[in-house]
Nanobody
Framework: VHLVESGGGLVQAGGSLRLSCAAS????????MAWYRQAPGKQRELVAS??????????ADSVKGRFTISRDNAKNTITMYLQMNSLKPEDTAVYYC?????WGQGTQVTVSS
């Protein structure tokens, strides 16, 4: 399984970004997926997760009400999204896509104040 994130960038506080994670390869083996983030000097933390069918989601308290996770299960590819609204400087981090045990390479999100 190969995971590729995209959509990161620089945005002002209060702005929005949408991250995408494209999964390819043996996608039939993928069940739940998640977004993690890691800020400089901090541990990687779970931001949001979604089950295989997309019917159940989890959000960290710090992003609840601002971020929305979703996924599109196509025949040979799976794409997971993270819609991030009302961004804050503390959301600045590298965001990683996770489909256990696989990880993407990460995409940088920088929120300026």
């Amino acid at each position: 399984v190969h995971l590729v994130e995209s959509g990161g960038g620089l945005v002002q506080a209060g702005g929005s970004l949408r991250l995408s994670c494209a999964a390819s390869g043996s996608t039939f083996s993928i069940n739940g997926m998640a977004w993690y983030r890691q800020a400089p000097g901090k541990q990687r933390e779970l931001v949001a997760s979604i089950n295989s069918g997309g019917s159940s989601t989890y959000y960290a308290d710090s992003v609840k009400g601002r971020f929305t996770i979703s996924r599109d299960n196509a025949k040979n590819t799976i794409t997971m999204y993270l819609q991030m609204n009302s961004l804050k400087p503390e959301d600045t981090a590298v965001y990683y896509c996770n489909a256990p045990p696989y990880w993407g390479q990460g995409t940088q999100v920088t929120v300026s104040s």
